[in-house]
């Protein structure tokens, strides 16, 4: 993390000492929701991130006997006005920002405003595989695309949503570790990005696997090499990342955050409300469902403000090296 987050979160801490107490924040987490919760989308309608929020929130709601939440979807500038919301708002947990990996790459190319000294995560609960897929009828096997690469430097195109995105990252990643020498082209949707394989207009495309499941289905599109530690079950023939020794097994994550001047009492509260939702019955039938178990999604906040730290630094350096 830059040296001067870590002062603004000492500041941080000790003006949320002199403001709040440590038994008036206990007294208000015992009391959540004392009013109508917000979640706040930085994505559009339809997305992974939109999916995420409307499912939690009827599991979120019965978590706390009923209270009433409002889904707000807010994409514009990649989800910065969501974050922007999030970081303004009132610190007291009934504003909640779901966002996905976008927002810490968004934040190294520098297209955020918002950072991790203005908002806290409470809890990771996504992290969609990310994958090379092609049209089959043109690419077998990621060997076959790669001995094409390599034979045609500079002249392979792989598409993906917008510059900055976890598609670009993805492929940045792939660039860096291989050496392979490719161009990124960036598109408004996956659906674009997918449609330009289909018509031949572009080589490949990195995304999550989630979003082309029915393509994949079809026959129209296959993954030919997975981010991932080892082979999934459901395509077992698709080699690995980390068999050609590249440590590249970051996915679309997605989490919520809330304010950073949030007490951490009510933080803890709302961490134990969504692992109380992920736990549930229902939340991991939806997530076997649209193939979000490949790995564990959950991880604590604390864990997760490490990983954004982590690749904060790293998407920097190759959007740097781009």
């Known amino acids: 993390m830059p040296t001067q987050l870590r002062f603004k979160y000492a500041a941080l801490g000790l003006a949320l000492v002199g403001t709040v107490t440590t038994v008036q924040a206990d007294e208000v987490a015992e009391a959540y929701p004392s009013k109508a919760i917000q979640f706040l989308v930085a994505a559009g309608a339809g997305g992974g991130t939109d999916n995420f929020a409307r499912v939690v929130r ?8 009923g209270a009433r939440i409002t889904v707000i979807n807010l994409p514009a500038a990649s989800g910065a006005l969501a974050h922007q919301r999030a970081a303004n708002g009132d610190p007291d947990g009934h504003t909640l920002d779901f966002a996905s990996t976008t927002f810490i790459t968004s934040l190294a190319a520098g297209q955020n405003p918002v950072g991790l000294d203005q908002l806290t995560p409470v809890a990771r609960m996504q992290s969609d595989v990310m994958a090379l897929f092609v049209n089959p009828e043109r690419f077998e096997s990621f060997e076959e695309f790669k001995q094409y690469a390599e034979e045609n430097p500079g002249e392979v195109t792989v598409g993906g949503t917008h510059t900055a995105s976890p598609d670009h990252m993805a492929f940045l990643s792939l660039a860096d570790a291989s050496g392979l020498d490719m161009n990124f082209i960036p598109y408004d949707s996956t659906g674009n990005a997918t449609a330009n394989v289909l018509g031949g207009n572009i080589d490949a495309t990195t995304t999550s696997l989630s979003p082309l499941l029915s393509y994949i289905d079809a026959g129209q599109m296959a993954p030919i090499l997975v981010f991932s530690d ?15 020794n590249w440590d590249l097994t970051d996915g679309n994550d997605r989490a919520v955050f809330v304010n950073a001047e949030t007490p951490q009492p009510i933080v803890a509260r709302l961490e134990e409300i969504l692992k109380e939702v992920y736990d549930s019955e229902e939340y991991q039938e939806y997530a076997e469902r649209v193939n979000l178990d490949y790995r564990e999604g959950w991880m604590n906040g604390d864990e997760y403000r490490e990983r ?15």
């Open 58 to 65: 009827p599991m979120f709601e019965e978590a706390v006997d």
């Open 230 to 244: 080892e082979r999934l079950e459901d395509y077992p023939d698709v080699p690995t990342t980390m068999e050609h």
């Open 308 to 322: 954004l730290e982590n690749n904060f630094t790293l998407y920097s350096r190759l959007l740097e090296n781009e």
